[in-house]
């Protein structure tokens, strides 16, 4: 932030370098934090509270859905992987 004049005289330094490589790193730094981190951990809060409504309700019925669970998770993984 604080640099000498002549500093944003040199090619490499001027505004338009300046702009179109901080440019480039916001489109990185976008593309490595995704929507998909969201609905990761949507799904996973809303499997444990849908576990927890099961065991306050049916406990043999949230069992059953633990054991399941994997199967969804692992149908689920490759659903996305095709598309």
Same mark, same amino acid.
């Given at each position: 932030?604080?640099?000498?004049?002549?500093?944003?005289?040199?090619?490499?330094?001027?505004?338009?370098?300046?702009?179109?490589?901080? $440019?480039?790193?916001?489109?990185? &730094?976008?593309?490595? /934090?995704?929507?998909?981190?969201?609905?990761?951990? %949507?799904?996973?809060?809303?499997?444990?509270?849908?576990?927890?409504?099961?065991?306050?309700?049916?406990?043999?019925? $949230?069992?059953?859905?633990?054991? &399941?669970?994997?199967? /969804?998770?692992?149908?689920?993984?490759?659903?996305? %992987?095709?598309?």
């Amino acid at each position: 932030m604080r640099k000498h004049m002549g500093w944003h005289d040199i090619r490499t330094n001027n505004a338009g370098v300046i702009n179109a490589i901080l $440019a480039g790193e916001c489109t990185q &730094l976008q593309g490595i /934090t995704t929507e998909q981190i969201g609905v990761y951990i %949507e799904c996973i809060f809303s499997l444990g509270f849908a576990i927890v409504i099961g065991f306050y309700f049916s406990w043999p019925m $949230a069992v059953i859905a633990i054991c &399941l669970s994997p199967l /969804t998770v692992v149908g689920s993984a490759l659903s996305n %992987e095709s598309d």
